[in-house]
């Protein structure tokens, strides 16, 4: 059974950072595509970054273009957990972010594609 553990969300000032994890147990990190979703309020969900699949040594990344240069995504093998480090903040990236995986190993930004979903954590950007 695969599960997800989210931390890190938070209230933060434009500008600033967070940095979300999410440990995983059940699979192995690396063999499927894993992303980064987010979702505002009365706003469908949407892909943030994701990592494609294919074995621990792939290093394909992909980020939609509104966070590209700001977020960094990225995981850790041996711990078995993923990262999403965010950095200057702005308040339109306010949501719940989720983390979650799909059964194949395909990196893209579609949520059908992912069968599998962290709770979700509060980031919330505001003065």
């Known amino acids: 059974q695969l599960q997800f553990v989210e931390s890190g969300g938070g209230l933060v000032q434009p500008g600033g950072s967070l940095r979300l994890s999410c440990t995983t147990s059940?699979?192995?990190?690396?063999?499927?595509?894993i992303g980064w979703f987010r979702q505002a309020p009365g706003q469908e969900r949407e892909g943030v970054s994701c990592?494609?699949?294919?074995?621990?040594?792939?290093?394909?990344?992909a980020y939609i273009d509104a966070v590209k240069g700001r977020f960094t995504t990225s995981r850790d093998g041996a711990k078995n957990t993923m990262y999403l480090q965010m950095n200057n903040l702005k308040p339109e990236d306010t949501a719940i972010y989720y983390c979650?995986?799909?059964?194949?190993?395909?990196?893209?930004?579609?949520?059908?594609?992912?069968?599998?979903w962290g709770q979700g954590t509060q980031v919330t950007v505001s003065s």
């Open positions: 979650a995986a799909a059964e194949g190993y395909t990196c893209n930004f579609n949520p059908q594609s992912y069968g599998f």
């Open positions: 990592i494609a699949g294919g074995g621990p040594n792939t290093v394909y990344i």
């Open positions: 059940g699979f192995t990190l690396g063999y499927r595509s």
